[in-house]
Each structure stands twice: as structure tokens, then as C-alpha cells.
């Protein structure tokens, strides 16, 4: 998610990372071994209670179960390459025309083909659902047609270069549990829901008649375990197998003798703020005495041991479109004056932070600690997964802080976290123009600079603060093969194995 919409922003200490990680590396390679698992256990940093993949979006969400259990048209690999899924495709000249043709072995966990109807009819739900976070990327659409039962025909009413990326969050749901899959999910994925228990366990079966490579393990337990230290405890006691997320603290702990750190081969993972542009910090010279006021080089060692970038893009340096921005250097006499001239006195505000998320905690004492210098109170706000979840989309704060992973396409970033922002608290119609028109272009030089214009406005007016780029690690017993992090923080599963 989207959002945290990034339960995997994790930092990697660099003395860690020499001795005991392999950049670009999983955590081995399955093979037929006769003392093989059955049963893998993942310990996630939150629970999970809504299994629709197109209201759902929490980072978690997508790679602990829409990646597993469901399908998509289309995907991206380890490196954040585009590849087929469900189905091979073709696209004319101006971007307007997409065909896809479908895996004919292809079928949903309840029997039935997915044909082209179930496809068709699994976008139309993404596009107009009650909830639905993907409505934007199908909001150009302006017909479905099928064919034949194996090809579906999509034309846009204009150019979108981001379309194909966009789809690779649709998930294709079966036709039989659109009523039901946000507490029983069934889609076309190595593996099937059998059951969730809250705040213990999801546990997912191997779906044998899955149309793509076997997965090789036959049950995965995914355990809610908000204490990394316990988590590794866990690990350590083979009662866990992987930790999908862990911060720079916990892997400096890492014992090298009886766990990996897992990293992938680049990060798009951003730590950010964001406020409620709304409400008392609706002036944009608050926001910006907020952002002269964040130590960054602070953060930046006691968050995240040292790793990561002090970045103010929301793009990440990885993105063929970022484009360096020089921000707000930490000046505490800089950021009394802007809160002066805003008529800002004694201004307090509260920033919600999910549990399980140590480095944002960091972050806040770090903050807090500025803020007081120059009379201005924060004051930090934990809560369950959940419950930061339903503030977050209501808009039900001041301030919170997110993780988000950028996609291979930039414009992932606007859509998902700008766009929300945009039809409530930060109405702003020369952004709202500009996506659409970074979306309009296929030429990537003629992309790159309204994107760069885009984020010159986003660091001007602050919607959203860039705290800095972020490593993403997680950690495995040494007997677990198959297992890589993409560059987007998601922990890939569905090859994942583990020996005795």
C-alpha cells in the first residue's frame, strides 16, 4: 500500500550488512530435499482482517496474501520487471489498446476457468467498488471486450504509459466470491485461504491445480508478531522461519550463526509524513517550519544504523525520474521564524504511528525532541495496525507517518498516496494536471520532466514529507531456500521451502 502502503520499510546496519548479507540474493534455491517441511512460518508485523485485494491496502496485505492467493494480468518480477501472469499481452502505438491473452490452463481455487467474463468482470469491480483503492488506475478505461473466452480487450479513451504497471495491484477475484472475499479470498494463486484467526495466524494451503511453477511447500503460517525481538526469539526456537520485516536495530542483533539477512538488489522504499493539509497545519509555512525542524542526519543514524539516503523526492534515486531536491536543511532559527509568520503560537500536534514499526517510533522521539526546542509539542500516537489504518483513510489525523515503496513507474507514488490527498485535504488542480499529464505521454525524457515538476511542488508545499530513502531487509533461518525481497519491501513467497 500502498501504503504502509510499506509493513516492510526495514534498515540494515552497515556493519550488518558486510557480514552477514548478500545484496540481490535470496535466501537459497528450492531443491528436492527428503527432510523438506511441510509447513513454512512467517512472522509479519501486523495482522491483516480484510482479504479484499481491491480495498485493502496495506503493504502487508499484498505480499503475505493478494500475492499468493490471487492472480494478476500481469507482474512484476524480483527486479521490477514487467512479466506476463494470467495472461501474455499486446499493446498498439499510443497506448490505448490492450490485449491480453490468458494462461488456457488458468483456474480459480473453487474449479472454475478463469475466462475472459471472470477477468472483465474482476476490473469492473476494481474501477467502481464501494472502497476500492485501484479505481484510478481503471478510471480511463472506456470498454472491455471479449473475444473469445481466453482474450480480453482493453481500450483506453487516452494514451496511459503507467496502465500495464497499474495493473500488476489488480487482483483477479473468482466470480463465485465477490460477495465474500473480504473474509474468504479465493482467486487463482500458488496457494489458497483456509483460515484467519485474529491476532494469531493466516494459514494458506499449496493450490495444486495453480497454472504456473509448483510451489514446493504445502502450508504457510503467517504469524502477526509486532515485537521483533520476539520475532527473532521466535526464529532462533524454530517456531519461526522468516521475519518478512526488520529494522536496523533488530538486524545489528541478528546472531549470523543461526539467521540471514535478506535484502533485495536495489530499495524503492520511502519513510514519509504525512499531513492533514486540512486542519491546523493547513498553512503550507507550518508544514515547512515542521520540515526545517526534522534532523534528518539524527535520524538517519539512531532510525535506520546509518543506511539509506536524506532525500526530500518522493521519488526514490533508483526511479528513472528522480530528480534531486535541496529541501530544508535542519535550522531550528529558520523554522521559528516561518511559524511567526504564520501566526502559529504554541502549536501542538499528534502524529500516528502504527505498531510494529520501531524506526518511525525513532523518528518521533528524534522530532519531538527538535519541535520542544522551539515551543512546539508532538506528541506520538501508537496504535494497532488496524486501528492507524481506518485514521488513515479517513483522514482522522494531523499527522502520520507511512512507508510507501515505489513502483517501477513513478507514477505509483502520485496515484496511490498524492491522489487521496487530492480529492480531500490538498486540493490542488496544477498537480491533479500534471499526473494526468505524465500519464499522456509515452516518451520517457517528456515523462521525466513533469515529473520533475511534480516533485518540486511536493517539496515546496509539503503534503507529504520525505523523511529518506530506506533499505528493506528481513530475516531467515538458514534452512529456508527460495526466499527474496523485491525491490518494493515484499517478501516473494510462493517458492519458499525450509528444512528440518
Known sequence: MTRLTGARSAALAATAIAAIALAGCAAG?????????????????????????????????????????????VKYDADLALQPDLATYEVNDDATVFTFSLD?????????????????????????????????????????????EHTVVVTLGAPDAAFLAGLTDIAIIAPSDVDDVASNPVGSGPYKFVSWEANSEIRLERFDDYFGDPSPTETIVEKPMADQQVALNALYSGDVDIIASVSAATVAQVDTTRATVVEP????????????????????????????ALDKDSIREIAYGGEGSSIWS????????????????????????????????DLSFTLEIPSGFPDAEQIARVWQQSLAEIDVTLTPDVTELSVWLDAYVSRNYDATWNTFNVGGDPNSFFDVIMKPHLGDDYPNTEVAQL????????????????????????????PVLIVQSTPVAAVASPSVTGYELNPLGWSLLAQVAATE
Open 29 to 73: 534455491s528450492p531443491d528436492s530435499d527428503p527432510a523438506a517441511k511441510d509447513e513454512v512460518v512467517v512472522a509479519l508485523p501486523g495482522d491483516i482482517d480484510n482479504f479484499d485485494p481491491h480495498t485493502n491496502q496495506l503493504i502487508i496485505y499484498e505480499y503475505a496474501v493478494r500475492d499468493l492467493v490471487f492472480s494478476t494480468l
Open 435 to 462: 499526473m494526468t499529464d505524465a500519464v499522456s505521454v509515452s516518451d520517457q525524457d517528456a515523462r521525466a520532466a513533469i515529473y520533475a515538476q511534480l516533485q518540486q511542488i511536493v517539496v515546496d508545499e509539503l
Open 265 to 292: 538488489s536495489a530499495s524503492n522504499s520511502l519513510s514519509l509524513i504525512e499531513f492533514n493539509s486540512s486542519g491546523k497545519l493547513a498553512d503550507p509555512r507550518v508544514r515547512q517550519a515542521l520540515a526545517y
Open 314 to 345: 518522493p521519488l526514490p534515486e533508483s526511479s528513472w525520474a528522480y530528480v534531486e531536491q535541496e529541501g530544508y536543511p535542519y535550522d531550528l532559527d529558520r523554522a521559528k521564524e516561518l511559524l511567526a509568520e504564520a501566526g502559529a503560537s
Open 104 to 148: 488456457p490452463d488458468a483456474v480459480f481455487q473453487d474449479g472454475t476457468p478463469v475466462d475472459a467474463d471472470a477477468v472483465i468482470a474482476s476490473l469492473e469491480r476494481a474501477a467502481s467498488a464501494d472502497g476500492s483503492i485501484w479505481s484510478s488506475r481503471l478510471a480511463g478505461v472506456t470498454g472491455y471486450d471479449a473475444p473469445d
